[in-house]
Nanobody
């Protein structure tokens, strides 16, 4: 599975960005798709994940109510709409995917390149 993320950038606090990630290759292995992030000097952390039919979604407490994950199964794409952005959301955001065997709290098997999100105060 290959994952290609895009949509990062520089935004002021309170602003919005939408990240996109398109999967190619063995897309039947992308039952779960999600986003993680890593800030300089910090460990990578989970942000959000959605099952293939979006029946199940998970969010980190720090982004609940501000971020929304969604999927377009026809396009093999996962999105992360980020509203009310805060300076502490500044990170490199990584798209990831895994099979139906993935569990919350585990890393995902497939990773895309990161996209930088910078929120200025």
């Amino acid at each position: 599975v290959q994952l290609q993320a895009s949509g990062g950038g520089l935004v002021q606090a309170g602003g919005s960005l939408r990240l996109s990630c398109i999967a190619s290759g063995r897309t039947f292995s992308t039952h779960w798709m999600g986003w993680f992030r890593q800030a300089p000097g910090k460990e990578r952390e989970f942000v959000a994940a959605a099952s293939w039919n979006e029946v199940t979604t998970y969010y980190a407490d720090s982004v609940k109510g501000r971020f929304t994950i969604s999927r377009d199964r026809n396009r093999g794409t996962v999105y992360l709409l980020m509203n009310s952005l805060k300076p502490e959301d500044t990170s490199v955001y990584y798209c990831a995917a895994d099979s139906s065997e993935w569990s919350l709290g585990d890393p995902m098997r497939y990773w895309g390149q990161g996209t930088q999100v910078t929120v200025s105060s």
